[in-house]
């Protein structure tokens, strides 16, 4: 099946410091949908993606559909303790309709005061 | 408030007695999708509702079922639970969109199997 590689696993930062992850694929993807993920909650949807090309911001958090729609970024700015978290990439293959979500195994971020 | 809701968010099962955990949602989707996570792992899809068809995915254990008797209503049946099965179990729902079907998520049911 469709597998995404998403990197990197986990990352310490200092609170204030900017944030990169990303997700690769090996086949295309018609819309990319970033989640984070708190202990004990379900995923919360962050931003979604549906054109290749495009960018789209939501506050602190900005995230690019890749070109050749095999791949996409989330960048948080000026991280804060809450930003503490899982951060998914999560892709659905042409043609979306019903189909389940194919998850990246997801971004540990840890902020240390 | 709340549009995808499982109850309960906690639930503890012995081994082999069957179990069910509930979703319900207000957003009158067309689709309900069931997910399984396990500690540190990406959600897992199981199998999916669109409409009143049942969709299983095909490494679906045969011990996991699904009933949805109206549009607002899912529900995940463990018939003979194992140890294995604990889990954190997530339901979804989506409006069926060619261009734009995002999945949201309840805060998930976590199963613990003794």
């Known amino acids: 099946g469709q597998q995404l590689n998403q990197s990197p696993q986990s990352m310490f930062i200092q609170e204030g410091e900017d944030v990169s992850m990303n997700c690769t694929s090996s086949s295309i993807f018609n819309t990319w949908l970033w989640y984070k993920q708190e202990p004990g909650e379900g995923p919360v949807l962050l931003i979604a993606?549906?054109?290749?090309?495009e960018l789209t911001s939501n506050g602190r958090l900005t995230a690019q559909f890749g070109i050749t729609r095999k791949d996409s970024f989330l960048n948080i700015s000026a991280s804060i303790p809450s930003d503490v978290g899982i951060y998914f990439c999560?892709?659905?293959?042409?043609?979306?309709?019903?189909?389940?979500?194919?998850f990246g195994k997801g971004t540990h971020l840890i902020i240390q005061p | 408030d709340a549009m995808v809701i499982q109850n309960p968010r906690y639930q503890v099962t012995q081994f082999g007695k069957p179990v069910t955990l509930s979703c319900s949602q207000t957003?009158?989707?067309?689709?309900m999708y069931w997910y399984q996570q396990k500690s540190s792992q990406a959600p897992k899809l199981l199998f999916h509702y669109y409409d009143k068809d049942f969709n299983n995915e095909a490494d679906t254990p045969d011990n996991f079922q699904s009933r949805r008797p109206n549009t607002s209503f899912c529900f995940l049946d463990i018939r003979s639970p194992g140890l294995g099965d604990a889990a954190m179990y997530l339901c979804?729902?989506?409006?069926?969109?060619?261009?734009?079907?995002?999945?949201?998520f309840g805060a998930g049911t976590r199963l613990s199997v003794l």
């Open positions: 957003l009158n989707h067309n689709v």
């Open positions: 979804a729902t989506s409006r069926d969109s060619r261009a734009k079907n995002i999945q949201y």
């Open positions: 993606l549906y054109k290749a090309g």
């Open positions: 999560a892709g659905l293959p042409s043609g979306g309709g019903a189909d389940g979500l194919t």
